[in-house]
Every structure is written in structure tokens, then in C-alpha cells.
């Protein structure tokens, strides 16, 4: 580990130029590592117990004073929507990957603005952190423009950006063109909030081509010669609600999200409500939250979004439910439990189940 550290603060520091006795100043280590045993339960198949590690270390250097830069390595593969690694292969060494690598620019002269290049965070935001459209494990790669004005009473944000899917020699790339707006409404002496926003994401270059991740993830596939191609193209427009307030000293959540791919003339709808209570962040406090969904076959792009709900993928609809003990500082307990069905669209739809237990550190 202490290999791994001084790795990251060397690549971080040659790709800065961060010089002279007040480097230490500008660069930032953090990380945070996650045990989970998991429990599957798939209609007509075996129940399956596994246990998995999440371990992420990342780097900030500040540049000058508009630019940084973060590099963050992490257990995982190339899975786009996953860090875990599986404890199995007869204790066979795990598998790191580069799992952010970017800049960013916040001009002076230009308030509340910020550009982002490389492979960086989701820039995107999901009402209550829910998980309709994007997983939230999945980092983008391309460039992203947001600015943010700020009001007596609201604030707006507005998000432009252009992401690099898959580079093809010999064809034409994918990639996503994308934009999202939200204001949000303060009141009751900015105790509590309501977020509206909607955006509009087009996949270019995707009906005719094979899945991005490698599976169809429940969406439509046209086979030919024995290899699979997405039906449709997608173009997702999307429009989503968050209320927050306060009961007492406990804070509450209320979120909606619907998005429809607009390329697509059937099984092109999705949606999910959910109510979050409390929130796990000082020893003792805790956090507890429901979310149900419905995720049309072709709604959204199968291979991005929640890889938890229902295996991963599309064609399902289900309920979410889960908490959080902060038992110490910087350490809690999580607990989450998938009820979903899989397959909207037949009379025999299967029933998929899914226990995960966390103990989750942070530092």
C-alpha cells in the first residue's frame, strides 16, 4: 500500500508540476475501502453467496489556482459500472485499474463555471443519488462543461458535455452528446429545497452496432450470424424532482425520475420514486431509504445503469430498500435488499432477489 501511495503522489506530482518546499500543500490523498458479502437469489437457479472487496486510492493536486487534477486507481476490471472484486480464484492476486484520470479548469473570470476533461466522476445529477439512468460507479470519459449561478433563493445549473463510448479503426465511433439543467428553489431560511431539471442524452452510432459492455443487458438485440446488435438507438430524454426538508434534526429526501428514449417506438419508458430519512455521517447517526422502479426494455442504455438492481440491466421493475449505522467515525455498516422482476413484457417473469451486507471505511 505504501508503494501504491507513493506511485500515485509521484504520477500526480510529474503531471502538475507541482515544485518547491510548499508542494505538499497542494495535493490531497483519499480513499476508502468496502468488504460486502452478497446473496442472490434467481428464480430457478441455486442461491449464491460471494463476498467482495471495493478499495479505491485517489490523488488531488492543485495546479495554480484555477486548475487541478485527480488520479484515482481502484480494484476492479473493465467492467464499466463495477470496482468489485469476487473473493475466489484460489486467492489469486486482484485485479487494479485506472478508474479516473482528469483536469479541471474553474476560470476566475468566469463565475461559477468549471471544465472537466479525461475519465472523471459522473457530472450528471441523480435525484437522491438514484440510479436510473447511470450506476454509481460509472465515470465518463470525453469533456463536460457546468456552470452554476447562484440567486437570493435558487440556483441554477446547466451541464454540456461530449462522451467518448468506443473508437472504431475501421467504423464509425459511439459517443454521447448530452445536456441537463436543474434549478433549485430554496425557502423556509434555505432549511429546505425542490430541485426540477431535466436533460436530454443522444447515443450516436448505436442501432446496428454491438453492446458497448459486451452483453445487451436486457435491451432489444438484432442477431445476425450468431452476434448480437443493438435494435434501436437512443436518445434519452429525461426529467426528475428532489424535495428535501427537515423533521426536527432529521434530514428527508423525496425524489422522482422518468426518462423515455425517443428513438425507440415500444418498451421506451422508465421511471422510479423513493424517499430517503436521516443521513449516516457522525458516529451514531443513521440513514434509512426505498426506492421503487420500472425499467422498460429499451428506456435506457442497459449496459450503464444500476448494475445491483435485478443483475443489471433493463426489463425489470422492483423494489429497493436499504440503511446505514455510522457505528465510528469514518466507518459504517450498509444493508441493502433488491425484490425485482425480471422481464415486464412475459407472463412468466422471473423473480430475482438480492441481500448485500457492507462495512464500509474511509479515510
Request: charged content about 25%; overall charge negative; hydrophobic content about 35%.
Amino acid at each position: 500500500m505504501k508503494k501504491l501511495v507513493m506511485l500515485l503522489i509521484s504520477a500526480s506530482l510529474f503531471s502538475t508540476s507541482v515544485m518547491g518546499s510548499d508542494w505538499w500543500e497542494n495535493i490531497k490523498i483519499k480513499g476508502d475501502l468496502r468488504y460486502r458479502h452478497e446473496m442472490i437469489d434467481k428464480e430457478d437457479a441455486d442461491a449464491r453467496h460471494r463476498h467482495r472487496l471495493r478499495a479505491r486510492l485517489a490523488v488531488e493536486a492543485k495546479v495554480n489556482p484555477e486548475t487541478m487534477t485527480g488520479i484515482q486507481l481502484a480494484t476492479g476490471s473493465d467492467d464499466p459500472v463495477s470496482t468489485n472484486q469476487t473473493l475466489d480464484g484460489g486467492f489469486s492476486s486482484k485485479s487494479v485499474v485506472l478508474d479516473l484520470a482528469y483536469l479541471k479548469y474553474t476560470p476566475d473570470r468566469v463565475d461559477g463555471l468549471s471544465i472537466t476533461g479525461g475519465k472523471f466522476k459522473n457530472p450528471f445529477f441523480k435525484p437522491g443519488k438514484s440510479e436510473l439512468i447511470w450506476d454509481s460507479d460509472w465515470n465518463p470519459e470525453g469533456g463536460v462543461a457546468n456552470i452554476t449561478r447562484e440567486f437570493d433563493n435558487i440556483t441554477v445549473t446547466l451541464i454540456a458535455s461530449g462522451l467518448w463510448i468506443n473508437e472504431r479503426s475501421s467504423d464509425d465511433d459511439s459517443w454521447i452528446g448530452a445536456g441537463q439543467g436543474m434549478a433549485r428553489f430554496y425557502f423556509n431560511e434555505k432549511k429546505s429545497s425542490f430541485a426540477l431539471g431535466g436533460g436530454f442524452f443522444n447515443y450516436v452510432n448505436t442501432e446496428g452496432f454491438e453492446p458497448f459492455a459486451g452483453e445487451s443487458a436486457g435491451n432489444s438485440m438484432t442477431v445476425v450470424d450468431s452476434t448480437e446488435y443493438y435494435t434501436n438507438d437512443y436518445e434519452l430524454l429525461e426529467v426528475f424532482g428532489e424535495f428535501n426538508c427537515a423533521l426536527g434534526y432529521i434530514p428527508l429526501t423525496v425524489m422522482g425520475d422518468f426518462v423515455t428514449n425517443t428513438a425507440a417506438d415500444s418498451l421506451e419508458t422508465g421511471w422510479l420514486v423513493g424517499i430517503r430519512v436521516g443521513k449516516a455521517k457522525k458516529p451514531g447517526s443513521w440513514a434509512l431509504r426505498y426506492i421503487y422502479r420500472e425499467v422498460e426494455k429499451d428506456a435506457v442504455v442497459g449496459a450503464f445503469t444500476d448494475s445491483d438492481f435485478r443483475g443489471g440491466g433493463t426489463d425489470a421493475k422492483g423494489h429497493e430498500m436499504g440503511g446505514a449505522y455510522q457505528f465510528a467515525k469514518n466507518a459504517a455498516f450498509n444493508l441493502t435488499y433488491f425484490i425485482n422482476e425480471i422481464g415486464l413484457e412475459e407472463t412468466d417473469a422471473s423473480d430475482f432477489n438480492r441481500l448485500q451486507a457492507d462495512i464500509q471505511l474511509k479515510f
